[in-house]
């Protein structure tokens, strides 16, 4: 990708005016041009940011006082004393020093902690059936009534002899009336009564979220000659439904619906599909991933991994510091900052059921904890007002922010009252034009190149429109 020059500018200029070629006896000079390329990139610069100024303090969410990354220049300065650095460039001239955008001190020479877990064995699909229960509804009541209060006892078998038989009473009251809209039928009549309760039953959030809960979910089949619907609720494991029952009464009471029960046996894993991840990492923070009895079709390793990290990595960078990143099935986990490598050296992997995992440490990372980083902390400086020495007073007053500051004097950036070691600053500003070389690059956006030739070339327009002066004033 071609670097833009301020000479490269220039030359567009010169063609443009010169009719296309440049020549040798062209009468304007490329150093005028030079000149005025630096002058209106420093105008463009300035008038684009005092907009900001005023749109921010006039319209408020309107606009956002930021400078355009397009215009910054990034330099290493070396510090001397560990108290000020030297720019090779003078930042342009801007309100509160805000030409000097960031000013952060390089690193020690410290390498990340990087390991990577490889996920080598996925979900395998369980053998199990469901168990199911069934209730056939005959045609119940001519007019439906709005709400209808369920309740049933879900009675869940003991699998062996290692675990205990468990009894759920579950109650929630279903709308009839929504129901029926959301199907866009009416059926407030004798042959469609019963199917709009199970429609209101399937359909309820709240019935749903409860027996999901324990791994029960509702569907039905289609009716059968005699105009019976059928509710079936199905699971993964062995269970019966008792007590069923409408608004307190069993089949044939006051509601006005019957019904009969039938049951399903399903068959179940010897090892029922329940399996899980979990990283553990030194500072105590857990991150995993479950798959839960109910769900027993295959995931595949790199499905597994994609998971993890869809859950985890946000969760992960915020509280540890540690990037996560996949491919495929192999998962890295890096230092966001170098701190040591504590955290992922010291790494604890442990899975329940299917997955299975390798974890390496590689050799062009940390492979071990580094002392000498367990405490780095990036240092970035904040600006403050150059006024020259400081009372006591407003020392205090800096130290309790918690900030390191620097304050800048032409191309000197001073690092206030610094306690810290420090051989080199990393420098972005927006370095004034006159001070940028012809051939280094000229931090611009594209599309005010295209304003600035503009620009000249209609000043260089009207100084050929002007009539040339050839009187000799020198008479006598």
Same mark, same amino acid.
């Given at each position: 990708?071609?670097?833009? %020059?301020?000479? #490269?500018?220039?030359? $567009?200029?010169?063609?443009?005016?010169?009719?296309?070629?440049?020549?040798?006896?062209?009468?304007?000079?490329?150093?005028?041009?030079?000149?005025?390329?630096?002058?209106?990139?420093?105008?463009?610069?300035?008038?684009?940011?005092?907009?900001?100024?005023?749109?921010?303090?006039?319209? $408020?969410?309107?606009?956002? *006082?930021?400078?355009?990354?397009?215009? *910054?220049?990034?330099?290493?300065?070396?510090?001397?004393?560990?108290?000020?650095?030297?720019?090779?460039?003078?930042?342009?001239?801007?309100?509160?020093?805000?030409?000097?955008?960031?000013?952060?001190?390089?690193?020690?020479?410290?390498?990340?902690?990087?390991?990577?877990?490889?996920?080598?064995?996925?979900?395998?699909?369980?053998?199990?059936?469901?168990?199911?229960?069934?209730?056939?509804?005959?045609?119940?009541? &001519?007019?439906?009534?709005?709400?209808?209060?369920?309740?049933?006892?879900?009675?869940?078998?003991?699998?062996?002899?290692?675990?205990?038989?468990?009894?759920?009473?579950?109650?929630?009251?279903?709308?009839? #009336?929504?129901?029926?809209?959301?199907?866009?039928?009416?059926?407030?009549?004798?042959?469609?009564?019963?199917?709009?309760?199970?429609?209101?039953?399937?359909?309820?959030?709240?019935?749903?979220?409860?027996?999901?809960?324990?791994?029960?979910?509702?569907?039905?089949?289609?009716?059968?000659?005699?105009?019976?619907?059928?509710?079936?609720?199905?699971?993964?494991?062995?269970?019966?439904?008792?007590?069923?029952?409408?608004?307190?009464?069993?089949?044939?009471?006051?509601?006005?619906?019957?019904?009969?029960?039938?049951?399903?046996?399903?068959?179940?894993?010897?090892?029922?599909?329940?399996?899980?991840?979990?990283?553990?990492?030194?500072?105590?923070?857990?991150?995993?991933?479950?798959?839960?009895?109910?769900?027993?079709?295959?995931?595949?390793?790199?499905?597994?991994?994609?998971?993890?990290?869809?859950?985890?990595?946000?969760?992960?960078?915020?509280?540890?510091?540690?990037?996560?990143?996949?491919?495929?099935?192999?998962?890295?986990?890096?230092?966001?900052?170098?701190?040591?490598?504590?955290?992922?050296?010291?790494?604890?992997?442990?899975?329940?059921?299917?997955?299975?995992?390798?974890? $390496?440490? *590689?050799?062009?990372?940390?492979?071990?904890?580094?002392?000498?980083?367990?405490?780095?902390?990036?240092?970035?400086?904040?600006?403050?007002?150059?006024?020259?020495?400081?009372?006591?007073?407003?020392?205090?007053?800096? &130290?309790?922010?918690?900030?390191?500051?620097?304050?800048?004097?032409?191309? *000197?950036?001073?690092?206030?009252?610094?306690?810290?070691?420090?051989? %080199?600053?990393?420098?972005?500003?927006?370095?004034?034009?006159?001070? &940028?070389?012809?051939?280094?690059?000229?931090?611009?956006?594209?599309?005010?190149?295209?304003?600035?030739?503009?620009?000249?070339?209609?000043?260089?327009? &009207?100084?050929?429109?002007?009539?040339?002066?050839?009187?000799?004033?020198?008479?006598?």
């Amino acid at each position: 990708m071609a670097v833009t %020059t301020r000479y #490269k500018i220039a030359e $567009q200029v010169l063609r443009i005016v010169s009719g296309g070629n440049a020549s040798d006896d062209s009468s304007i000079d490329i150093r005028d041009i030079l000149a005025l390329v630096d002058q209106e990139r420093d105008a463009i610069i300035k008038r684009e940011i005092t907009d900001r100024f005023y749109t921010k303090s006039t319209a $408020q969410a309107m606009g956002e *006082l930021e400078i355009t990354g397009d215009f *910054l220049t990034k330099e290493t300065v070396n510090v001397t004393d560990d108290s000020y650095g030297t720019l090779n460039s003078h930042p342009i001239s801007l309100p509160n020093d805000m030409s000097v955008f960031r000013v952060e001190a390089d690193p020690p020479s410290l390498t990340k902690a990087k390991r990577t877990l490889t996920i080598s064995t996925g979900v395998t699909a369980s053998a199990t059936t469901d168990d199911i229960a069934r209730f056939m509804f005959s045609p119940g009541p &001519l007019r439906l009534e709005e709400k209808y209060r369920i309740s049933f006892t879900v009675n869940v078998e003991a699998e062996s002899e290692n675990t205990i038989a468990e009894t759920y009473d579950i109650n929630f009251t279903v709308n009839t #009336k929504s129901g029926r809209q959301a199907s866009g039928q009416n059926r407030d009549n004798a042959r469609w009564s019963n199917i709009s309760l199970l429609e209101a039953i399937i359909s309820d959030k709240n019935a749903r979220k409860i027996c999901n809960d324990i791994g029960i979910y509702f569907t039905s089949t289609d009716q059968d000659p005699s105009s019976n619907s059928r509710l079936v609720m199905a699971a993964r494991y062995s269970f019966t439904i008792t007590n069923f029952k409408i608004n307190g009464d069993e089949s044939g009471g006051s509601h006005g619906f019957s019904w009969a029960q039938a049951h399903s046996a399903g068959s179940t894993d010897a090892t029922p599909n329940s399996t899980s991840i979990m990283v553990i990492l030194e500072s105590g923070n857990i991150y995993s991933l479950h798959y839960q009895l109910s769900e027993t079709d295959a995931v595949a390793a790199s499905d597994v991994a994609q998971n993890f990290v869809d859950k985890n990595a946000y969760k992960m960078s915020i509280e540890d510091n540690i990037n996560m990143t996949i491919s495929g099935a192999v998962i890295s986990f890096e230092e966001i900052i170098p701190q040591g490598g504590f955290n992922v050296d010291k790494m604890v992997v442990s899975t329940n059921g299917d997955i299975a995992y390798s974890l $390496q440490a *590689l050799d062009s990372y940390t492979t071990e904890p580094d002392a000498t980083a367990r405490e780095y902390e990036r240092k970035i400086y904040t600006r403050m007002p150059s006024s020259g020495s400081h009372n006591v007073m407003y020392n205090k007053t800096i &130290l309790k922010s918690g900030k390191r500051f620097f304050y800048t004097e032409g191309n *000197l950036i001073y690092l206030y009252k610094n306690t810290d070691s420090i051989d %080199t600053l990393t420098v972005h500003y927006i370095a004034s034009s006159r001070t &940028l070389s012809d051939t280094s690059a000229y931090p611009l956006p594209g599309d005010y190149e295209t304003e600035i030739i503009s620009n000249l070339v209609q000043v260089f327009g &009207l100084m050929k429109q002007a009539v040339e002066d050839v009187t000799n004033d020198n008479v006598g």
